[in-house]
């Protein structure tokens, strides 16, 4: 699905470009940025791959895939909406500040803020998902902060560095999608 320009305040969020690929080779083995992802790489990533990994994201029609960049155009992370499903109207976030300078400086509010924005209004989307591996504090409390509700606890969910670990789960539903009580 074509990714669109999303402005916000303070970032530009903004379809993928191939040189995002090199960034990407440095956070993947930066254990601070990979510490809760769910298939954390830890190793330099074969640029071709990544190069493949941009057209594969381009192709995808059920997924929306950006890069977020500072008003002075330094690239700083990605965001996207995946499994995006136009018949339930649902979708999965996910979001990497790579650049860990600016870590607690509001980008993921901000910038998740936005992309929710851009699915109930643009999309029509009715309601985001989003797991959040145990023990990642950031992401928890910018999901609360920025309306997100947790919905429950996968456990067991995740193996991690061969240890089996629980994952939070959280939602964010669009108001008018609401299910009416009887
Ligand atoms: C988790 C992550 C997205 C947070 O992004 P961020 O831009 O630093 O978050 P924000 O600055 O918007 O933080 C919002 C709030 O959470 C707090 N916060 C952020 N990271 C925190 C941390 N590691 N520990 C405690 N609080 C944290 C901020 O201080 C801020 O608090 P405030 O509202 O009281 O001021 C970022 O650290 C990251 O990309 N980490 C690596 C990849 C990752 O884990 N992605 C998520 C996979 S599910």
């Known amino acids: 699905m074509k990714a669109p320009n999303i402005e916000t305040n303070s970032y530009l ?15 993947d083995i930066d254990p601070e940025v990979q510490a809760f992802m769910p298939e954390p790489f830890n190793e330099v990533q074969d640029i071709e791959e990544q190069y493949k990994y941009i057209e594969e994201c381009e192709a995808d029609e059920e997924g929306c895939y950006w890069s977020i960049e500072t008003k002075n155009g330094t690239t700083i992370g990605t965001v996207a909406l995946t499994e ?35 699915a109930f209004e643009q999309l029509h989307l009715c309601r985001i998902s989003a797991e959040v591996e145990e023990g990642n504090v950031g992401m928890i409390k910018v999901f609360k902060k920025v309306g997100f509700k947790q919905d429950g606890l996968l456990e067991s969910a ?17 108001p008018s999608c609401k299910v009416k009580s009887k």
């Open 13 to 27: 969020i903004r379809p993928f470009k191939t040189s995002d690929a090199e960034l990407w080779q440095k956070w």
């Open 84 to 118: 995006i499903n136009e018949y339930h109207k649902i979708a999965n976030l996910g979001i990497v500040i790579g650049d860990k300078n600016h870590w607690g400086k509001g980008v993921a509010t901000e910038v998740i803020t936005a992309i929710v924005a851009h």
């Open 158 to 174: 995740r193996l991690k560095n061969t240890k089996r670990i629980n994952v939070h789960h959280f939602g964010f539903v669009k």
